[in-house]
């Protein structure tokens, strides 16, 4: 399978992008870098729904150049916004269904499948005005794998949820990374959700891609701290390594 | 009695229909990405608001009358004239309630905002199918806010409909018409009955719009 090159250079307002990034075909990469720095401007590039000149293709299929600009509707990508972004006047199933039904692919994520990964089966018939901020991110997720995406997007998906929630969803998360067949890039700033979800990470500042994308998969624990090294090695523990 | 309540509900429900239909892409449009020059239409179609119903009533009556370049253009399909015709009263209405269509849809889509529309294109609905899928049912309060509101004003339309329609019995009179020609022949028991249908109406028609705002506002907490 072939890799996600891609290259996006223009203004918005007063901020301007220059990235060109390479990512693996399978795995998490995490996107990272300080507020502001054009993270999910980049992101939304790559799903079509910004429109800054450059260069992207996905597994060897052009979806922007100097001619083409692929709609955002043709892409298949997922995307889970930051804050859910349920559609409202839809049920849980509703939203669940709203891309299943429309996407062209065949089905390779399944129904009942997503729903158990996610732990969704009680909330199908709820409304998104009735469920938790975990459940709803739940549920978006949920609905961008369902859309049988060949890229999945993350843009902080936990970053609008209190302390208890983010607990709540991260084994969800993890146990996605595990069994994710598809390449997924997620925006995040927090080390501690890096280091838990991602395999590799992508530092983007000012515009540009500073750094990376850098495997994770064998961290080296020199020039980390001991709060760090602690986190790593009980999180290693925890997934049933020896440290 | 009954002919001219039947021309009056006639006359709203068909300016309604089409009003919605019609003041659906222009709000959209309206709704979307700002510009200076999107206000100029936002204020063009907000003028009947302001305008003397007598202005309004004049210019339309030049519009649809027999020489006019509108005229023209309706010739060849076999259409001289639409002054003093049911045709040109539903015209005159949609132009007159034009703003209280627009306006309510307008700020229903401005509510919603861009992103579930971008939602929607992320799993794979097209334009077309993202605003009926999406963008509708979740404005459909702004709709149902333009439809009463349009409905009522039209029934409570006196200026426009009295010149452009004549008030022809059976044809384009219509109840605030019949109203005024009962009080100036003294037929006060008449205009008593119809007058007390139109306020008990428009209270009706004002109470659903405020449990309609009031519902809401609900569904926002």
């Keep these: 399978m072939k890799r996600i090159c891609g290259r996006f250079a223009g203004a918005l307002g007063g901020f301007s992008l220059n990235a060109a990034f390479v990512l693996e075909p399978t795995g998490i990469t995490a996107l990272s870098g300080p507020s502001g720095s054009g993270k999910t401007t980049l992101l939304r590039c790559i799903a079509g729904l910004t429109r800054l000149s450059g260069e992207l293709s996905v597994g060897g299929e052009v979806w922007q150049d100097a001619r083409t600009f692929m709609p955002p509707h043709r892409r298949p990508v997922g995307v889970v916004f930051q804050d859910a972004s349920l559609l409202a006047h839809l049920s849980v199933r509703g939203n669940l269904e709203f891309g299943a039904k429309r996407t062209p692919a065949k089905p390779v994520i399944g129904f009942d499948d997503t729903i158990d990964l996610l732990g969704l089966a009680s909330l199908l018939s709820r409304t998104p005005a009735h469920l938790s901020g975990g459940e709803r991110q739940r549920v978006a997720l949920a609905r961008a794998l369902l859309s049988q995406p060949r890229l999945l997007l993350m843009d902080e998906p936990l970053s609008s949820l209190d302390a208890g929630a983010k607990a709540e969803i991260l084994p969800y998360l993890e146990r996605l990374h595990r069994s994710l067949a598809i390449p997924a890039l997620y925006i995040s700033h927090d080390p501690g959700e890096i280091a838990r979800l991602a395999d590799r990470v992508l530092y983007i500042e000012q515009g540009a891609i500073t750094a990376g994308p850098r495997d994770l998969a064998s961290p080296t624990l020199e020039g980390l701290d001991a709060a760090e090294r602690d986190r790593l090695a009980l999180a290693a523990l925890r997934a049933g390594l020896q440290p | ?221």
């Design chain 2, 1 to 221: 009695m009954n002919e001219v309540v039947w021309t009056t509900l006639r006359l709203a429900s068909l300016t309604t229909l089409l009003l919605l239909v019609l003041a659906t892409p222009i709000a959209w449009w309206l709704a979307g990405r700002r510009a200076w020059w999107k206000e100029v239409i936002a204020a063009v179609t907000t003028l009947p608001i302001i305008l003397p119903p007598s202005v309004l009533g004049f210019y339309l009556l030049i519009a649809i009358a027999p020489q006019s370049p509108l005229m023209g253009v309706l010739h060849p399909f076999g259409v001289r004239t639409l002054a003093f015709t049911f045709e040109g009263l539903v015209i005159g209405s949609m132009v007159y309630s034009l703003p209280f269509a627009v306006q309510p849809i307008r700020s229903a889509f401005e509510a919603m905002g861009p992103r579930p529309m971008e939602v929607a294109a992320t799993l794979r609905a097209p334009p077309l199918d993202a605003f009926f899928s999406v963008a509708l049912p979740l404005s459909r309060r702004g709709f149902l806010t333009a439809a009463i509101l349009v409905f009522a004003h039209t029934i409570g339309e006196f200026g426009v409909v009295l010149m452009i329609g004549g008030g022809i019995p059976g044809k384009t009179e219509v109840i605030s018409v019949r109203i005024y020609e009962l009080v100036e022949s003294l037929q006060y028991g008449d205009a008593h009955r119809l007058a007390a249908g139109v306020v008990v109406f428009s209270f009706l028609a004002l109470l659903g719009l405020l449990l309609v705002a009031r519902r809401t506002d609900e569904a926002v907490k």
